[in-house]
């Protein structure tokens, strides 16, 4: 490409931020489609069905009481911010999928919010300690228009990914698209890649 | 498998497959024209090299690239109603730490070649097929203006029933073309002189009653402004899967 008249540019060009984006600083945009919910902790569920030896579901509480596992590094919109350095902290999937054990044939997860979003993955994004349920942000409770109490959090992929106000993840045996996807959005969405849209 | 939220119906279902084609390639586009909207607006009309069939309520992503090969892009929606030309409209808002936004409005100049790629989004969109509200804060108005528009160059201004709220007159956008089109002001700050509604945030009593059912409501603005209307229009009733909110977050 050519450069643009009179452009210099005096943005980050650090190593850590992916092609095409910018660091958003201390900001922290919300991006969503619909209206925020408001979930309760009591009657809140995850759930890992579909193609899984034993599906699982989890109250809050007893999803509070695994193992927790925090992730530190930096998050990619596909909106071109990046948010460098933040921390999180839940429960790794890995533990959630281990729990319900999927089936030979699993290649893939749409992960599901209490909304109704979706979000479509391969299943080696999730495992391998790449995704997390995750209810703090940097050591405070998720506040609910960031997908609070609990979002889905897959880091190394576009923010997209990362489903807020995550309620479960449906083991399949082949991509389906989710609410994105189906809008123009890439299937996988790798910042590095810069796989923003369909057809990237 | 999902739990789910008591009456709340789930509103992202989608059509089966996907909803709209992908955008296009990066692309040339020429400023062929460029008025200022407000002191912090500006409206480049760009000629694009390739033909765009886009919807109103959807967006372009513009690239800007620096001799070294760093690239600056950033989303803006579409204020013109589609027309079958070549030719799009992005109003930008001037953000004072915004490289993007600064550069547009501070170097560029008609005549100039920019890059952009589009359209992009399928859910924030208004096909003039059926009725709309549409909610627009501050420069949240932009992708409202081109469902507006659109109504009006279909000859069903009917359908289409837009309300602005912005902080004064001063910051209000396409000033003449909103009330050449009836849409409603609402002032957060200051009003014009002798303006009858008072300064203050929109309330139910700003809201049409009644909203039908089968009226699609559009809300887009900052964080702040998309919750509070989204609250006001459930709790006067309005069904949480007829709203479609976009939000500006404070990118730059």
């Known amino acids: 490409m050519k450069p643009t008249r009179g452009f210099h540019g005096r943005g980050n060009r650090g190593p850590r931020l992916p092609p095409g984006q910018y660091d958003v600083g201390r900001d922290w945009p919300v991006l969503t489609a619909e209206p925020t919910p408001t979930l309760s902790t009591a009657t809140w569920i995850f759930s890992v069905g579909g193609l899984v030896e034993q599906p699982m579901e989890w109250t809050w509480d007893g999803i509070r009481a695994l193992p927790d596992s925090t992730y530190a590094g930096d998050i990619h919109c596909v909106t071109t911010w990046s948010k460098l350095g933040v921390s999180f902290r839940g429960v790794s999937v890995d533990t959630l999928l281990a729990a319900a054990r999927p089936l030979v044939s699993a290649s893939h997860v749409l992960a599901t919010s209490h909304t109704g979003y979706t979000t479509n993955l391969p299943l080696e994004d999730v495992t391998a300690g790449k995704a997390w349920v995750v209810w703090e942000y940097e050591g405070e409770p998720l506040a609910r228009e960031h997908g609070g109490p609990a979002r889905l959090l897959v880091p190394h992929l576009y923010f997209w990914k990362s489903a807020k106000w995550v309620s479960g993840l449906q083991v399949m045996d082949h991509d389906e698209p989710g609410f994105w996807e189906q809008n123009g959005y890439h299937d996988r969405g790798d910042p590095w890649l810069e796989e923003r849209y369909q057809g990237d | ?252």
């Not at chain 2, 999902?2 to 989608?14: F, N, P, Q």
């Not at chain 2, 372009?60 to 690239?71: E, F, M, W």
């Not at chain 2, 100039?112 to 989004?121: A, Q």
């Not at chain 2, 289409?160 to 957060?188: C, F, G, H, N, W």
């Open chain 2, 1 to 252: 498998m999902t739990a789910g939220i008591l009456g709340w119906k789930s509103v992202i279902r989608v059509t089966e497959g996907r909803a709209v084609p992908p955008p296009g390639k990066w692309q040339s586009a020429t400023v062929v024209q460029i008025r200022r909207e407000t002191a912090k607006a500006k409206t480049f009309r760009m000629e694009l090299a390739e033909a765009s069939d886009y919807l109103a309520g959807q967006h372009y992503v513009l690239r800007l690239t620096a001799p070294d090969g760093y690239t600056a892009s950033r989303s803006y929606s579409v204020a013109s109603a589609p027309d079958g030309s070549n030719e799009i409209e992005l109003t930008v808002e001037h953000l004072p730490e915004g490289e993007v936004s600064s550069f547009l409005h501070d170097e560029v100049i008609v005549g100039d070649e920019l890059e952009v790629r589009g359209p992009i989004g399928g859910w924030f969109v208004w096909r003039g097929n059926g009725p709309a509200l549409l909610l627009g804060g501050g420069s949240g108005v932009v992708p409202l203006m081109a469902m507006l528009r659109l109504a009006d160059r279909i000859g069903r201004p009917d359908l289409a029933r837009l309300i602005v709220s912005t902080r004064s007159p001063e910051d209000l956008y396409y000033a003449a073309e909103l009330t050449r089109l009836q849409a409603k002001v609402l002032y957060t700050r200051r009003t014009p002189a002798g303006w009858l509604r008072p300064a203050g945030r929109l309330t139910t009593a700003d809201l049409p009653t009644p909203i039908g059912a089968e009226t699609t409501v559009f809300v887009c603005g900052s964080s702040g402004f998309s919750d509070t209307t989204t609250e006001l229009l459930l709790s006067a009733g309005v069904a949480n899967e007829n709203i479609r909110v976009e939000r500006f977050g404070p990118t730059q």
